[in-house]
């Protein structure tokens, strides 16, 4: 065996034995994936408030109460939206029912030929009965919700953690990547460390196309809600573009939002479907154009493997595989690039 040969085997058996870690470690390692990418994206704010004389540790103390403020806000906006439609449904909820007997019953008849009769003590008797039964059935559930409470308590730990991981990650990030640098091989130190830099160059890329991404988004919801005559146009549609960073989380929180709102301000269920429309254009066109185009192009993926991309990883990793498929896509074109010109020049090819 060549020496060219076996070192890349040794690589080979260090990528297998940190894959195999990775696997046995999943499900401890949410909190401090989701800290250390936080890490990443705020270690340059961080940077900037020390050349400003400020201290590592104070510098991060401020990054992280910027970060909750942001939260904050965002809490602030959701509750009272929430309240407000909350309260206008209920007080609008006899109406729809009694538009549903007026409109909808006659409409399924004469569209479909489906017969349904509206009586109040009969749909009081069926929810009566169906509330009974799901009694019944929470109580044969109760072991399994004995063993969901670990898991919510696990759940609510995570989420504590990802705070105190953050600080510590933040903090000393400078000394954890100067630890890191020092374990490489001394021969492959100069390599290695320029592929970094591509990556990291990569990943700047890939930040600055989703930031363009949530802004376009966020226009594209604000002015289609406003189109359908919403009222609460303006802070749905900046809420679900805000979002879009987070897979799906951006259109279920505004479709949910603008369903409710929809309910309590449109006598007609087409001004409903006229809301569903703009989410559902949405969807596919931040899926398919924009987050392809803004993301994809600045990246150097092809907008066929940004889709492939997001469906594999969220297949294999679930919700933080959607969420890391892009950035972990584009460290991994960055390496197959080297990987490629390595073998070109290598004798496996070359013969």
Not at 211 to 223: D, G, H, K, Q, R
Request: charge should be neutral.
């Amino acid at each position: 065996m060549t020496l060219e040969r076996f070192v890349a085997l040794q690589w080979l058996v260090i990528a297998a034995i940190c894959g195999w870690l990775l696997y046995l470690l999943a499900p401890i390692l949410t909190p401090f994936v989701a800290a250390a990418i936080l890490a990443y994206i705020c270690d340059p704010l961080v940077l900037r408030l020390c050349k400003l004389r400020l201290s590592r540790t104070l510098a991060t103390l401020l990054v992280m109460l910027a970060l909750l403020a942001v939260l904050i806000v965002l809490v602030l906006i959701m509750l009272p939206l929430l309240q407000t439609e909350a309260n206008l449904f209920v007080n609008r909820l006899p109406d729809l029912l009694d538009a549903m007997r007026v409109k909808l019953l006659p409409w399924l008849q004469q569209q479909f030929g489906i017969a349904l009769s509206w009586d109040a003590a009969s749909l009081r008797e069926f929810v009566f009965s169906h509330l009974q039964n799901a009694g019944s059935a929470a109580a044969k559930m109760l072991p399994w919700l004995s063993g969901g409470g670990s898991a919510l308590l696990m759940l609510v730990m995570n989420v504590l953690l990802i705070p105190v991981a953050l600080f510590y990650l933040l903090r000393d990030w400078p000394m954890l990547l100067s630890h890191i640098e020092q374990i490489l091989p001394r021969g492959q130190q100069a390599r290695v460390l320029a592929i970094a830099g591509e990556i990291d160059g990569v990943l700047a890329e890939f930040l600055r196309g989703q930031l363009a991404v949530m802004l376009l988004m966020s226009a594209y919801y604000v002015i289609g809600l406003w189109l359908t005559g919403l009222e609460f146009s303006l802070p749905i549609g900046l809420l679900a573009g805000m979002l879009v960073f987070v897979p799906y989380l951006g259109m279920i929180t505004g479709l949910a939002l603008a369903t409710l709102a929809a309910f309590t301000q449109f006598d007609h269920f087409s001004g409903v479907l006229l809301v569903w429309a703009v989410f559902a254009s949405g969807q596919l066109l931040e899926g398919m154009v924009v987050t392809p185009k803004l993301v994809g192009e600045r990246i150097g993926l092809h907008p066929l493997a940004v889709i492939f991309a997001l469906l594999a990883f969220g297949q294999l990793f679930g919700f933080f595989g959607v969420l890391l498929a892009l950035p972990l896509s584009a460290a991994l074109l960055v390496g197959l690039r080297h990987v490629r010109g390595w073998y070109l020049d290598s004798t496996l090819y070359r013969g």
